[in-house]
């Protein structure tokens, strides 16, 4: 079992930067590929980004190339999800996950992942 408690959203304007985290308890993070989703208002929760066991390769969806890094600190058990650039469409509920297993899956709508977080609300103002 793993628990995973996500912190740092907010408001923030349009241009601004928030960087998320994602404690996770129970077994070691390590054991998990980790990854952001988001929910927008009225949307279904969409891929953001991922990051493998090690932290070497990581994966974004296109509409946040560039602007978004995705981070893991296995010794602390914490994932990061540095946003800069934010847009007004970045505006969600953002949620931390984690499965032992990775692929097309991740990229679905809804995708059915082992762990999930509670969700970190970010706003972005114009």
């Known amino acids: 079992q793993v628990q995973l408690v996500e912190a740092g959203g907010g408001l923030v304007q349009a241009g601004g930067s928030l960087r998320l985290s994602c404690a996770a308890s129970?077994?070691?993070?390590?054991?998990?590929?980790m990854g952001w989703f988001r929910q927008g208002p009225g949307k279904e929760r969409e891929f953001v980004a991922a990051?493998?066991?090690?932290?070497?390769?990581?994966d974004y969806a296109d509409s946040v190339k560039g602007r978004f890094t995705i981070s893991r600190d296995n010794a602390k058990n914490t994932v990061y999800l540095q946003m800069n650039s934010l847009k007004p469409e970045d505006t969600a509920v953002y949620y931390c996950?984690?499965?032992?297993?990775?692929?097309?899956?991740?990229?679905?709508?809804?995708?059915?992942?082992?762990?999930w977080g509670q969700g970190t609300q970010v706003t972005v103002s114009s």
């Open positions: 996950a984690a499965d032992v297993r990775y692929g097309s899956s991740w990229y679905g709508q809804n995708p059915p992942l082992d762990y």
């Open positions: 129970g077994r070691t993070s390590s054991s998990y590929f």
């Open positions: 990051i493998s066991r090690s932290g070497f390769s990581t």
